[in-house]
């Protein structure tokens, strides 16, 4: 299918000369891995009068970890994110959620700020962010600033960016000294699919808990009233279905062709009892190993 | 008679190295140099409409802009077994997507620009989504003209109605028979539409040159068909039979769909309104999703009658089947299921009335199994949950009212040899039916599920396969037929078959791909016929070549020919030990005699094959006293799953299916059809899920969601089981399998669902949803 | 807007002059005549159009045909040096593995990509590598298979062996 909208192309080599182009441009389109924005241009979704590819700007290609903080370049990845040693030992379950992102394909070109920068209501990247309390790095005609994930997301495909802004990097805070975590993402079968609804756990040091839930509400949900109940506590039978009865006030999901309302409320029940046993015996170091499917 | 050397060996693909180096040209993939113009179709947004004008002014302004047709340009009806479809719309549209008008330019972006510039203006139409509205009392008629329809005498449209076909069965007296009956019970079974999926989509490309030759290259299973229609419907320009040639490349998959004649049609079409030019017309996926045969939809009532001991005495079937708008070929996929609804099964009273309804929605036609899969659904979920109020089990029940050979069948004449019994022992056993497997998982439950199938080829009495073979110089064959390798391997099954005969071995020997000028006739490559039917040709072409060879030894040498046997590509003499003539010494130069002239010349064979004992014609009331299907491949399957109770997700352990395939030319690829066929049929299972909405427009025709199998989604372990009672009419036995690998999955998967959780799902697909909130419910 | 692109393809040196607009799959097949990567349902969910890109699978359906400029593609053409078939497709041939053979090219490149990083693995491994491929025809099995046994990893269990191996 050829895409019918004509557009002006750059591969600009610095974050100042895109941004320069993001201001002189009405309607410009960001270029990174593609695999949103090429079938949005096929559709005529977007009809942008300049795409802006930012494979060319190094310094956005990179993983760091500094000072613990990780730090995700806005050109890398989820391929780089699943190879990075980094990941795989202090953010394992990083991992886990790039994995379920497509298949190698997709995933050998999408990146993670071109998942959150279309904040479709389903995005992987969504729960995990908002678990992890990350940053998006911003950078803007009036310089740089910095997004907290629970304020980034502000409705289904709507963020908090600004025109002519440019996301250059997500950083993501080491939460504690160890952590471990879990993602659990519903799909109608065994391949690639969209998430129908998820929920990413966190465990921390002392018995402390993040969960977040994503595809059940336009932005990802922090279920912070069940971490409430949760910190400090053993995990008991009781204690999670006592999360699971908060779970249906917390989310809002619709019915589609995809799942109904009442099916996604009762998976998430489920996935949030099975993620939150295996977060807690990860972090104990007898948990089953990331990327096994718990559902 | 010797070991078969090359029939019944597992032969590597003779298309294997095109397919794997990317040297096998698909029709997108042909170049037809600069002249090349481009189609892009203008669509109805409306299920049912009236057309009230169209204004094609701007876009026949746009620059590169060569022609802008609509219906009027094309007034021609065509179908293949009924005449009820258009090229474009006429005064009407019938579903959303229907092609309404087609504008060619020289490249596709002014093609896709300009389609957008075509107004059209419809007076909307109330739209009929669903079969009961279309058979509610004084229904709007979506085919008002339907008693001028020409169709094939075998079917029985009701006037005034929205039924474009009615096949009646009876047989016996199933009132009796339910009186006789120590159980009666009935339940009803929906299955909704499916979609082919072949990874190729459609696409043509015709051209008709200034010598008024129309040629069209297209992805089909039918090129001598489609020759036919096209032949037919564009009588009227001019063009004769022998002007039109059809030439088809490698086809990505077909599953029916790509068979008769569907948007092929518009590449004829077009054509002629640029001569001169080729004109391409390619679907894209989502067109291939609501612009090309479905899998039609069925609501079947199935009423069974038995005895304590489980012997089946009466069966009443009313199967209701969601058409479509247009059912010249879907019409008689309502025919074929109708007669062999009893499934293979000996019941002495039936009664089935298999209704084909028209209604708002994308036309239903040829899909895999061809309406078997649709209604054994509901009628192995039937025998199931019978066998169950009987206190049987459902294995043995099948065993016992199993079909043998000559039990009368539906309609009258008599079931061929099968091995029917030894298909339901052999895949019992591959999964160890009697064996209670209980979970260790706490949160999982196991179960097994069984099904029986069968199908036989649903072709006109007189479809026919033909065969040439050549002889080259150096001993290696051409094989000249006009059935399509749409990735069955058909191909190498024929070349096995002449290897045999012959004794040239597969490497030199090739089959070509269809060109209606150059091959000659094969009706269709569909219902599972190829092997038995070109094959059957093929062997009479091989032996034909035989017999000239042995004449033309005998002739030239004077000797007897009963002497002479071929072997290893030689002529050899069973009395002298010494004797060897090779092939290519004379295949094409013939034999030189002492005097220097020469006896023979090249070999050419010539094979046919088409069924004389194959009869449409029975009572129009009762079916009885015809013999419209030449015979039955049956075959069983079992599958063992373990659902999770909470998520309702299944997963597959273990599935056997054994078939009866008379002879397994190349088991291997067999095994291939099992595998594959399973796949597929177990998605319908499982995930397919086709959805409308209100107004009639399919709302997921793309990949993301309308989700088929991926690597990941495959069961554990696949059993494929080959049992072989020949099938006396076939080449060394062979009997037709393809479809039939599919026909099974859903009833076993619906059957093992309710071993495993005692709940009985009676509408596909069974999704994790649909099982996780039954089991929520049943709590 | 018109660009200039200049790329390695199946190690030749392409230059080339493209619209912006242009996708990489119509440039490739309609442009430099490169047939084997296929348009099934372009929207990078089928994976019969993926081509290489320094060594990385992707769908060249999801990619402007700017996108390749000083880059390094490979199609199916592109793996067979002199025409000698790799031990994969050698494995493909024997093991009967494609049916219609209109995905072959994408998941030959994906276990291509697949065998070159990991020379064994699993039959999960194998299939998780191909998920992104779709293939109507084959129910996968002899395809893992064969992908399997190229460097005589274990058999996954999947389909019962095929029976006695080929000859030609």
Redesign the interface.
Known sequence: ?????????F?PSSVREAVRLLSKYKKPAV?AG??DL??N??EEIDQPDA?I?I?GIKELGGITYKNRVLTIGAAVTF?ELLDSRVIQSRFPVIAEVAKTV?????R??ATMAGNICSAVACADSGPLLAAYEALMLVHGPKGKRRALAAKWFKGNKRTDIKKAELVTAIEIPLPARRHAGCYVKLG???????AQASVLILALPGKQYRVALGAVSPVPVRASKIERLLNGQDLSDQLIAKCQALIPGLISPITD????K??RV??CQ?MFARGIRAAASRFSGNGPEYGVNL? | MSELKFVGHDEIRIDGKPKITGAAQFVDDLDFGPGLLYAEIVESPLAHAEIKSIDTGKAEQMPDVVKVVTGKDFPFRFGLYMHDRFVFAQDRVRFVGEQVAAVIARDPVTAKKAAKLVKVRYHELPAILNVEDALKPHPLLIHPDLKSYKHVPWFFPQVNTNIAHWRKVRKGDVEAGFKQADLVFEDTYTVPRYAHCAIETHGAVGHHDYSGRLTVWAASQSPFTQRNLFAEALAPLGLSHKDVRVIAPFVGGGFGGKAGVSMEILAAALATAVQGNPVKILWSRAQEFYNTYQRQGLTAKTKIGVKKDGTIVALEQTLHWDAGAYVEYGANVVNAAGLSATGPYRIPNVKIDSCCVYTNLPPGGPYRGFGYSEFLFGLESHINETAKKLGLDPVEFRRRNAIQEGDPLTYGSKMNPSGLIECIDKAAEAIEWSKKEPSENPKTVRGKGFACFWKAPAMPPNASSTAFIKFNEDGSLNVLVSAMEIGQGFQTVMAQIAAEVLTVPLSKIRVELPDTDRNPYEWQTVASHITWGTGNAVKRAAEDCREQILELVERALGKKREDFYLESETVRSRSEADFALPLRDFAINGIMMKDGTYRGGPIVGRGMFMPEFSSALSDAETSQGGKPNVHYTVGAAAVEIEIDKETGRLRIPRVALAVDVGKAINPGLVRNQVVGGLVQGIATALYEDMRFDAKGRLLNPNFTDYKIPTAMDVPERVIPILVEVAQPDGPYGARGVGEHTMIPAAPMIANAVENALGIRIKSMPITAEKIALAIKHKR | MKKKLSFVLNDRKITLEVEAQDVLLEVLRDKLGVKSPKCGCDRGDCGSCTVMISGKTVRSCMVLAVEADGQRLTTLEGLMKEGQLTPLQQSFLEHNSFQCGFCAPGVILAATELLERNPKPSGDEIKEAISGNLCRCTGYLPIVEAIANVNNALTPPGRERLGKKVRS
């Open positions: 299918m050829p895409i019918l909208s004509e557009f002006e192309y591969k270029l593609g695999t090429i079938n241009l096929k795409v590819d494979k391929s497509g298949s190698v394909g997709i050998n070109r109608r079968y065994s391949g690639e699919d969209l062709i995809r799942a109904t009442e099916y009762h998976m489920v559902i």
